[in-house]
């Protein structure tokens, strides 16, 4: 039995499947936090808390390094710490500096950060000849002015230190991207309370359908899990609408996509790491979109671990531990799985989610997860915003997609707003 140190996590489904993983490998978690609360208000009705696993919960400023470092240190001399993880892109530069402090096994800290960071990412990337966007960092609107004349339009204003979407724009016009820097300008402190960098990043629009390579380092070899596709919508936001495992894409470009994956992977010096590497397959080929240095969210984990056996959550574990991961296929009689997510397209309050129950009884179905009513929404701008998902696995080869994409046409959410119930449209 090893004892992880787990330091923050999301709230959603990686809060449940990480904790889930430690325990069926025959271990237990510390779990560290700034903000107990933070999870107590997103405990969600199914089953028990996942901290009630913990073995200790331990409140702690995960913000300020200089005084956590020393404080896990002297935790560590008490509790052994065989290894340190989490799942919140937030706190994964953390981490890689608490295992160098501690002497326990974790990637490269300039390696995570730059991975954590886009504009690093964007320049190391280009650096090592790894195909990606034409971009611009800029400090202020007047430089990205300046820049988008020369980028052109459209593009892609985003910012380098945030997650899920969160204000990446696609801009058309110099008004556009006014409106787009002003919001970044808007927005100075993280979810996290971690104060975000006052810069701009700008690149190319890149054309193309979009797919992300999961993957694997440990002891130098990046083992290839598969190749997801997504479907993006919410222009001129880029949502992330569903996904299926494996890919339907032909055998060429999921060569090349890998290809380029285990390429960027390597420019940015990752290892011992289970990253999330999205690619578009443009005309020119693919390029890197970002590489995320922690296991797929939006339960992508689980659609590879439907169709393949293959639990990424596992690996992750493994890899924080110093331990060979398993990566070996087993059969599942799955041949693919897919993912359709329920977006709001209004603002008001949720009163309820027609057709919910002939969904669930469809024989296709392995997963559906709904928000309940009462929740406040408005209409999605980032992948932080989903009503829920339904979740399909296809035995006969026909492909999971339609069927989930199909089935989420029959869930209508309703809405209140301003006194009066109000069906929303069904989702893109």
């Not at 991975?115 to 790894?130: H, S, W, Y």
């Not at 331990?323 to 693919?336: E, I, K």
């Not at 929740?375 to 980032?382: D, P």
Request: charged residues 20%; negative net charge.
């Amino acid at each position: 039995m090893a004892h992880l140190l787990v330091v923050e996590s999301w709230v959603g489904s990686m809060s449940r499947l990480l904790p889930r993983a430690i325990g069926e490998g025959g271990h237990e978690f510390t779990f560290v936090t700034r903000d107990l609360h933070h999870y107590l208000r997103g405990a969600g009705p199914d089953g028990p808390h996942p901290l009630l696993a913990a073995r200790n919960i331990i409140t702690a400023d995960t913000n300020d390094m200089d005084q956590l470092l020393p404080h896990l240190e002297r935790l560590h001399a008490v509790l052994a710490f065989d290894g340190v993880v989490s799942s919140c892109d937030y706190y994964l530069p953390a981490v890689a500096r608490i295992a160098d402090r501690l002497d326990l096994p974790g990637p490269a800290v300039d390696a995570v950060e730059a991975a954590c960071r886009k504009d690093l990412t964007r320049r190391m990337l280009a650096e090592a000849g790894v195909p990606g966007p034409r971009f611009a960092l800029c400090a202020d609107t007047a430089r990205a002015a300046a820049a988008a004349r020369d980028i052109g339009y459209p593009l892609v204003v985003k910012p380098v230190d945030l997650c899920a979407g969160m204000l990446v724009r696609e801009v058309r016009d110099e008004q556009e991207l006014e409106a787009a820097c002003r919001a970044l300008a808007e927005f100075p402190v993280n979810a996290r309370g971690q104060d975000r960098m006052p810069v701009v990043l700008l690149e190319e629009l890149l054309a193309g359908p979009e797919v992300s390579v999961e993957t694997v380092s440990f002891a130098g070899v990046t083992g290839v899990v598969g190749v997801t596709d997504k479907s993006i919508g919410g222009a001129p936001a880029f949502i992330e609408t569903g996904h299926m495992f494996p890919a339907g894409i032909a055998p060429q470009s999921e060569r090349e996509a890998v290809d380029t994956a285990v390429a960027a992977i390597k420019a940015l010096g990752l290892d011992h790491i289970v990253c999330h590497t999205e690619i578009k397959l443009t005309p020119e080929g693919p390029k890197v979109v970002e590489v995320n240095p922690r296991p797929a969210g939006n339960r992508i984990t689980e659609l590879v671990r439907h169709v393949t056996g293959i639990d990424l959550a596992a690996a992750c574990v493994d890899v924080a531990l110093g331990r060979t991961p398993d990566l070996t296929p087993r059969a599942t009689g799955v041949h693919s799985a897919a993912i359709a997510f329920l977006l709001p397209d209004t603002t008001g309050t949720l009163t309820g989610i027609e057709g919910a129950d002939d969904v669930r009884a469809h024989s296709g179905v392995v997963e559906l997860t709904l928000a309940e009513p009462g929740r406040a929404v408005r209409a999605a701008t980032s992948n932080n915003e989903y009503l829920g998902h339904i979740m399909t696995a296809d035995t006969q080869g026909g492909g999971a997609r339609e069927s989930a994409e199909r089935l989420l046409a029959h869930l209508h959410p309703t809405f209140e707003e301003h006194g009066a119930e109000l069906p929303s449209a069904v989702p893109a």
